[in-house]
């Protein structure tokens, strides 16, 4: 075999915003009340927000960051900024 054989590995796999921001709490080991309280959004909106129901918003991505103690793209642009997500924890 040769290495022409073989099909190039994909870069990055597409993250949403939803899944960016449950994989930053499980990071820092938070529960969703956990997160809610830290960032003054409730815990029924993280929930939609981390299964995509909701759109994030800038002042939601604020909060969020803030408690995360990230900068809002990565939150908010996840499939641009998969590294510092793992980054944060």
């Known amino acids: 075999m040769k290495i022409d054989d073989f099909a190039p590995a994909k870069k990055h796999a597409t993250v949403t915003t939803g899944e960016a921001i449950r994989m930053l709490r499980e990071l820092k080991g938070w529960t969703q009340e ?42 908010m642009f996840p499939e641009y900024e998969g590294e510092p997500i793992q980054q944060a924890a």
């Open 34 to 75: 956990e997160l809610a309280r830290r960032s003054g959004i409730n815990a029924k909106n993280i929930s939609m927000l981390e299964n995509d129901r909701i759109d994030i918003g800038k002042r939601r991505a604020e909060q969020l960051a803030k408690a995360f103690k990230v900068h809002p793209a990565i939150i």
